[in-house]
Nanobody, 122 residues
Framework: QVQLVESGGGLVQAGGSLRLSCAAS????????VGWFRQAPGKEREFVAT????????YYADFVKGRFTISRDTAKNTVYLQMNSLKPEDTAVYYC???????????????WGQGTQVTVSS
């Protein structure tokens, strides 16, 4: 059973950057595709980015293309989400999830972290 723990969230001004980490225990994260999702108050959880098991393929939601980068560090059993040029509308709880396929659908992912809060002030 893989356990995922997100970290790196916080309060940042618009235009700033944060790097979120998704650290795994109880399993080898490189054997899973990993996705990042976010959920703002009163809104449904939405897809942000995903990376396949090898790290060779990534896919992003249109609203983060060119601003966010997903990557993985196999040695550290961790996946990252580098977020640049942050906007107030990026404010949400960010979750990482692991599953067999790098897809945009949250139902496909088997394991989820507890989330980390990202707040972007204007």
């Amino acid at each position: 059973q893989v356990q995922l723990v997100e970290s790196g969230g916080g309060l940042v001004q618009a235009g700033g950057s944060l790097r979120l980490s998704c650290a795994a225990s109880g399993g080898i994260l490189s054997t899973y595709a990993v996705g990042w999702f976010r959920q703002a108050p009163g809104k449904e959880r939405e897809f942000v980015a995903t990376i396949n098991r090898s790290g060779g393929n990534t896919y992003y939601a249109d609203f983060v293309k060119g601003r966010f980068t997903i990557s993985r560090d196999t040695a550290k059993n961790t996946v990252y989400l580098q977020m640049n040029s942050l906007k107030p509308e990026d404010t949400a709880v960010y979750y990482c999830a692991a599953g067999r396929y790098a897809t945009t659908g949250p139902a496909i992912y088997d394991y989820w972290g507890q989330g980390t809060q990202v707040t972007v002030s204007s």
